[in-house]
């Protein structure tokens, strides 16, 4: 229980201005951390075209498996070193970048469309439609993702598109459980009683009285999905359905250098650092957000 | 005669509850016949324990419960004929919780402006005015057009709701426990406000309160809900002077005054209030009557017309018609 | 007489990023045995931070001093944390607003009552298991060897707050601290409640701290009256002397306030007291009732008023004598 919540004086201790609430959150270290680190790859993405040294597809086998620099036979041309097709490393970990953030944002839209209108019918419906979109959603995640991308890499054959596609069709169910809920606790609000006396349509309460007080958990859960989605498309690819080759997919890059792993650690090294602090990135940016927008911490 | 600006006929809500893995649904009657009439400039109050149904009453009012059977009338038209614009601008609520009742992401002004937006009534241009005019009304300074709830206390926010309620000039409010979420300070201002607004815009109130003290002060009459049935009905002054209904008296005896040396009454009523889902045989008072007689427990007791007055008991069957007083 | 329970300039801050709050600020008082004490006030005056500094159970980040916590022999404040578990449930107990919240919803009615006793007192399971039937019954339960079986959840709010009484009474406490046992429920269920506390008090013979805003139940069951305003007991007296003469001003308007059914005429305005509590945040600079304060005057802003004791066991906090408050009462009354 909140210290205001005790002494019932919440409202005294209102902050006046936007100043307080940009003090919470820059004092907030994960939010801080996590959206800094998200930031920075993000502009790491859009100049990618300039960032990176070299053509992340020239292939020269005459230079391939070169060390990077705090190797002993490290070369400043390679800074994080080649594959085995001698194509620079640190440019096809920068083009990557795009790889990720595309297909995160990308996937975290599509289902976070999906989910949240499927959530917010069940929880402000109830009734039968809420019974049918529960059965959509037990139905969705009786499908094994992986095995799904399989077939359809089976069948329509491998593509960045169908990566997306793929993710973003079926990673909807969490957004779907969590918007159902807390509609179903906003609708019970009396505000939204009172819209509703006032004569508002359903679709009005929707838009402007459930939606917008929702929105906090939507965030929180497009971070979690997004991070999700990354992972799982370097997942899809190390196994070979998901982005083809020679795009310059962290998880592809991992998959092409497992053959040298044992004498050429970092060509798998260095792609699962840069999977590892995006995914960390977002996922504090979510705890953060979580965090700031909590009602106990509003005060 | 001009129809009563309110009217409610036999007016019945059931609930289905579910009783479990492998019990059938059953039904839950929240409102038992009811009926009931408004006039204009009359504030009814209605009081009752939770669970009486008084909610579901306000709610079908409201047009957000449909009744199961029944039919509720504003002035003489069946709600269910009216459309959106047409009900709001007949009845209009005000909620207990000022907390809940204002969407938190919306500013005083978009709040109380929000049934000028949705009936599209006027021009943009002439919002603006109306919606500070209403402010000035019910007490709120102009310069909180533009802030949000949680920058309100709690007597200001439900200012703003009773602003919201009033800006559509409806013929009706339902004030559902318009005070009991405030401090005492604040619930005397509002109901100073309440009781300005009735007067100036010859508004009609229901009122629903548990605080029969609020009730006394602002109601012309008050009906007595138990169990969703009215059990007792009457001018406001009469009924609080002699209460007829057993669980009239039993409420009434419960009211503490600030009188100190009077002690806490003893209301003999026994403590289970009964589960709606299995009510009574009989009167659905008879289990906590003090003045129960084997009757009770066989058969539901009539409506008792006395004038002006209504009461359900069997206790005026025959003595308490002719003497007018209960036989207690 | 010694009293059970003697406070002397308790406070409480909590640190917040705005500066220091203080809603409890230098409260004195003292229960006697077998008396009810009620503490009323308004949201946010400390009434309940008063009641959980004394059993030291403050939110996280409070801090409380006080000159002294005097309860039986001994002073609370010299007690550690496991002392402090000792004595909580066992020598004062505490009923709360919300029975729901305060009973274990995964346990027994009798488990938990059972517990509350084995936990302080070495007695068979057994003769926990009778005394919290004859503690039911007491309470005005019946069947009460069955509801010793039945979950919170199957328990109206009525006769969860009676379970919570008899929990309460468990290892017979000399000292009960309720805050607002009965304002979530129903007015027949709170005459009852308050029916059933005040006897229990006499027959146990307990002190009672009855932390309320609701006039009437504080006219009905107190002893002796405290009442509080923006964290300081601004009036105290017996119960006949603050409704009969009420001196400060802020008791005044309270009282006007509320309707009273008989009394308050429909049409007719009630009173009401304009403006805000002050903010509690940092030092008070006068008379913290001084901004609502229809009787104000210059020093009313600037000094701080003392709360000064008229006769033993009478003390208003105003910088008015006694007799300028009691005509200004007679004056707002005629009109």
Redesign the interface.
């Known amino acids: 229980?909140?210290?205001e919540s005790?002494?019932?004086?919440g409202?005294?201790?209102?902050p006046s201005a936007a100043a307080?609430l940009r003090?919470r959150v820059f004092g907030h270290t994960t939010f801080v951390f996590g959206a800094g680190t998200l930031a920075f790859i993000l502009l790491v993405a859009l100049n990618a075209s300039w960032l990176a040294p070299h053509d992340p597809y020239a292939q020269n086998l005459a230079q391939r498996l070169i060390p990077p620099i705090w190797n002993a036979d490290g070369s400043w041309t390679h800074v994080l070193g080649t594959d085995q097709l001698g194509r620079d490393y640190l440019s096809r970990v920068i083009y990557g970048t795009r790889i990720s953030l595309l297909i995160g944002t990308a996937a975290m839209t599509m289902s976070g469309l999906i989910g949240t209108t499927l959530g917010v019918l069940a929880g402000y419906f109830g009734g039968r439609i809420d019974l049918a979109i529960n059965f959509i959603i037990t139905t969705r995640l009786a499908m094994p993702i992986i095995l799904v991308a399989l077939a359809v890499a089976a069948l329509a054959g491998s593509s960045l598109e169908n990566v997306i596609l793929v993710l973003g069709l079926l990673l909807w169910d969490r957004f779907a459980v969590v918007t159902r809920s807390v509609t179903l606790q906003v609708r019970g609000?009396?505000?939204v009683?009172?819209?509703?006396?006032?004569?508002?349509?359903s679709l009005?309460v929707l838009a402007?009285?459930i939606l917008?007080?929702i929105l906090n958990a939507i965030i929180v859960v497009a971070t979690l999905e997004m991070a999700n989605a990354i992972l799982l498309e370097a997942a899809l690819s190390f196994l070979g359905v998901g982005v083809p080759s020679p795009l310059p997919s962290w998880g592809l890059m991992i998959a092409e250098g497992k053959e040298y792993m044992f004498f050429t650690p970092w060509v798998i090294t260095i792609p699962g650092v840069a999977l590892f602090t995006l995914v960390l990135a977002i996922n504090l940016l979510g705890d953060g957000v979580r965090d700031l927008t909590a009602p106990e911490n509003?005060? | 005669m001009t129809p009563p600006v309110l009217e409610i006929r036999e007016v019945e809500r059931r609930f289905w509850v579910s009783g479990g893995a492998f019990k059938a649904t059953r039904a839950l009657s929240a409102v038992a016949g009811v009926s009931l009439a408004v006039r204009r400039g009359e504030v009814l109050g209605l009081v009752g324990e939770s669970g009486c149904g008084k909610t579901t009453l306000a709610r079908m009012m409201l047009g957000l419960l449909q009744p199961t059977s029944g039919t509720i009338l504003f002035g003489g038209e069946p709600i269910e004929k009216l459309d959106r614009a047409g009900l709001a601008r007949r009845v209009q609520p005000v909620f207990q919780d000022p907390y809940s009742s204002l969407n938190p992401r919306k500013s005083i002004g978009s709040i109380i402006g929000l049934p000028l937006r949705v009936h599209g009534l006027g021009t943009r241009s002439e919002w603006r005015p109306r919606i500070e005019e209403m402010m000035d009304r019910v007490g709120l300074a102009r310069r909180f057009y533009r802030s949000y709830p949680s920058q309100l206390s709690g007597g200001q926010r439900q200012r703003v709701a009773i602003a919201r309620a009033l800006i559509m000039r409806p013929e009706v409010v339902i004030c559902d426990e318009p005070t009991s979420a405030l401090d005492v300070s604040v619930q005397s201002q509002i109901l100073n406000l309440l009781q300005d607004l009735q007067r100036d815009f010859n508004l009609t109130y229901v009122v629903i309160s548990h605080n029969l003290a609020v009730v006394e002060h602002l109601a012309t009459r008050v009906a007595v809900m138990y169990l969703g049935r009215i059990v007792e009905e009457n001018e406001t002054t009469a009924l609080f002077r002699t209460p007829r209904h057993p669980y009239t008296q039993a409420l009434l005896a419960s009211v503490l005054t600030p009188e100190p040396g009077l002690g806490v009454p003893d209301t003999h009523l026994g403590i289970a209030f009964p589960n709606p889902l299995e009510p009574p045989s009989g009167c659905p008072f008879h289990p906590r009557c003090p003045h129960a007689i084997p009757l009770c427990a066989a058969q539901a007791p009539e409506r008792h017309r006395f004038d002006g007055a209504i009461a359900e008991c069997h206790l005026y069957d025959d003595i308490g018609q002719n003497s007018g007083k209960p036989m207690i | 007489m010694t009293a059970l329970l003697a406070v002397e300039e308790l406070h409480v801050e909590i640190p917040l990023a705005l500066g220091t709050l203080r809603p409890v600020r230098g409260v004195s008082f003292e229960v006697e045995r077998g008396k009810t004490l009620s503490i009323v006030g308004e949201s946010g005056c400390g009434k309940s931070l008063t009641s959980l500094a004394i059993m030291n159970l403050l939110p996280r980040g409070a801090r409380r001093t006080a000159t002294r916590l005097g309860f039986g022999g001994s002073d609370l404040l010299g007690l550690d944390e496991r002392e402090m578990a000792d004595l909580r449930g066992n020598e004062i107990a505490m009923i709360f607003q919300e029975p729901m919240t305060s009973l274990n919803p995964a346990f027994t009615i009798g488990n938990q009552l059972e517990e509350a006793l084995l936990r302080h007192r070495k007695v068979a399971r057994g003769e926990a298991r009778a005394r919290a039937v004859y503690l039911l019954e007491k309470v005005g339960i019946t069947a009460a060897p069955e509801r010793l079986r039945q979950y919170p959840h199957q328990l109206s709010g009525g006769l969860r707050q009676r379970v919570m009484i008899a929990m309460a009474l468990m290892c017979g406490p000399k000292l009960i601290i309720a805050d607002e046992p009965t304002t979530a429920l129903d007015v027949t269920i709170q005459a009852q409640i308050l029916h059933l506390l005040a006897a229990l008090r006499r027959e146990f013979e307990m002190g009672v701290i009855l932390i309320t805003h609701d006039l009437g139940v504080v006219a009905r069951i107190a002893d002796r009256v405290a009442v509080m305003y923006a964290g300081e007991i601004v009036e105290s007296g017996s119960v006949e002397e603050i409704f009969a003469r009420p001196l400060h001003p802020y008791t005044q308007g309270l009282m006007r306030c509320i309707p009273v059914p008989g009394k308050s005429r429909r049409g007719e305005h009630l009173g009401s007291i304009p403006g805000m509590v002050p903010s509690l945040i940092g030092a008070l600079r006068g008379c913290a009732f001084s901004n609502r304060c229809s009787h104000a005057f210059e020093r009313c802003a600037v000094e701080s008023v003392a709360l000064g004791e008229i006769a033993p066991g009478r003390a208003y906090r105003c910088l008015l004598s006694a007799e300028a408050c009691a005509r200004n009462a007679l004056e707002a009354a005629a009109q």
């Open positions: 229980m909140s210290v005790f002494i019932g004086i409202d005294r201790l209102q307080i003090r609000l009396d505000y009683a009172a819209a509703q006396a006032v004569g508002c349509s009005r402007s009285e917008p007080n509003r005060n």
